[in-house]
Structures are given as C-alpha cells and as structure tokens.
C-alpha cells in the first residue's frame, strides 16, 4: 500500500508551489473551487505564478489582488450574476497580467495534448474567429492526410501544479467528486503536482464504493489536507452551496481591507468565523 499524503494546508503550499509555476485550479465559476488553498497561496506571498483554470471567479480574483498572479489562462472570469472581477479586470486595464485568450476547447485540448504527449491539438471551430489575431502561439493548416479540411494547431498546456478541492479524499492521495468533475481529472493526472483538499478523509475502502470512484488517482497527487468548507464562498455538491452574501461582501471591500480581514494570519476556522460564523455554514448547508 501506498504511504499517508495527509499534510497541512502550510506544509502543501509551502513546499509544492513554487513563484513561477503554472498552476492549474479546479472547479468551474462558483462551483468547488479550491479557495483555501489560494487563500494560503496569498498568505505566503507568492509570485509570479499563470493561472490555468476553465473558468475562473472570486479565486483567480483574489490571487491577482494579492499580487500573485503574471499571467491567466481561461475562458472566462468574472462574477456571473454579481459583475465583473474587479483586481482582474483593474490588473488588465493596467497592464499588470498577461492573459492568453482561450476558448473551453483550447484550454481541454491544450490539457488533453499534455496528457498524450503531444506539442498540439487539432480544432476546427475557432477557425473565422479572431482568435488568430489575439494568439500568435496557434497555426491554421490543412489536413496533412488528405481530406482537404482547413483546422487550426493548438498548443500543449503543461501545469507544474493542480490545486483541486473535492468532497471526499483518501490519505492515499485519491479524491473522488461527486457531481461535475470538468477538467479535475485531466489536470491532477498532467501536473508535475497535485495538492488536493477535500471535505472529508474517508478510507480507501469508502472512496472504491463511491459514486464515480476515485476520478483523482493517489499515483498523481502528492498532498492531502483535510479543509472542510474550503471551496467557500464557491460550493461544493453535495455538502454546501455557493455564498452570495460572501461574494458581495469581498465586491463591496477594498481589497487590502478584505485581505485583512478574511485573508491574513487566519486560519479556516478564525476564515469562517469572521465569514460569518455557524450562521453562515447553516445559510449555505443543502
């Protein structure tokens, strides 16, 4: 059997990111994203790292706030129905970040090309778009076998680490997600790292008999740390929905203020005390 993956959230972030890594996040919008791993990542001041995620929110948000983050991939980010992502949007408008333009297929395909091990992706779809015009890193050819079809080369995305929040993990390294998985499984099995934090630490056993089993498999992942609630404000299916009350709070803050508040020297329990407390885990519970 393999040996215990369990670490603190400190010992994960302190010892497999590092500044300049292209760092992969999981989840999709305000759905289980790993929030108290990026909150860690800003506590200890990290630098310089590319943000790869298949559509961001309030973490991406945070990371740039922070004075994180040098470039993002993604199809999108912003707040959904609250706005726009205003340390994302500022950082752009001043020319703090670089960000490559990508659709949901180039940022699968580009993941999926680091998995086969290949240097690109065939796509047709962008091809009349004016993704040409905003990527110089893609290449329109024709079919070398033959067919005449017109298709457009994407390139490979390669993360150093995956950050991914689960509802259920083994010490061993396998996570299992109820629900959505989206582009999880395809970044733990391609970063050089995988940190995963999840609701609860069940048994091997437990995960085997799980629905979807363990689409995180332990050969990939090199920590496991124990943070329930750690995808708040964002949810995590099946334990607790999303927070709207949470994510205007931080819209409404100065960043630097809200960093103090919720960010610095706080630990998940003293986070959710000052989020609000038994009060505001019994607003978000399903």
Not at 22 to 46: D, H, T
Not at 204 to 225: C, W, Y
Not at 260 to 277: P, V
Request: aromatic letters at 8%.
């Amino acid at each position: 059997m393999g040996t215990s993956k369990l670490m603190s959230l400190e010992e994960a972030i302190s010892t497999f990111v590092q500044d300049g890594d292209v760092v992969g996040i999981g989840g999709l919008s305000f759905w289980r994203k790993p929030v108290s791993a990026c909150r860690e990542i800003i506590r200890q001041g990290k630098k310089n790292l590319t943000i790869c995620t298949f559509v961001g929110g309030i973490e991406v948000d945070m990371l740039i706030g922070g004075g994180c983050v040098s470039e993002v991939k993604a199809s999108f980010v912003g707040m959904e129905v609250f706005g726009m992502a205003p340390n994302y949007r500022k950082a752009i408008e001043a020319g703090q970040i670089k960000v490559s333009e990508e659709s949901e297929a180039s940022i699968a395909l580009g993941l999926k090309c680091s998995y086969l091990k290949v240097p690109f992706m065939p796509l047709k779809g962008i091809i009349g778009t004016d993704f040409p015009k905003v990527r110089d890193d893609i290449k329109q050819f024709e079919d070398p076998l033959g067919s005449g079809t017109q298709l457009m080369a994407l390139p490979k995305i390669d993360l150093d680490v995956a950050l991914l929040h689960v509802p259920y993990a083994d010490e061993l390294g396998n996570g299992n997600i109820a629900g959505a998985v989206w582009l999880d499984d395809d970044m733990a099995k391609i970063a050089k790292k995988t940190i995963i934090t999840c609701e609860k630490l069940v048994e091997l056993e437990d995960i085997k008999h799980l629905p979807g089993k363990a689409q995180l498999p332990m050969q990939t992942t090199q920590a496991v740390v124990k943070v329930p609630f750690g995808s708040h404000p964002t949810s995590c299916y099946p334990n607790y929905t999303f927070d709207p009350k949470h994510i205007q709070t931080y819209l409404k803050m100065n960043f630097n203020d809200y960093k103090q508040k919720f960010i610095s020297k706080k630990s998940q329990a003293q986070y959710l005390e000052e989020a609000g407390g038994v009060q505001t885990i019994l607003n978000v519970l399903l």
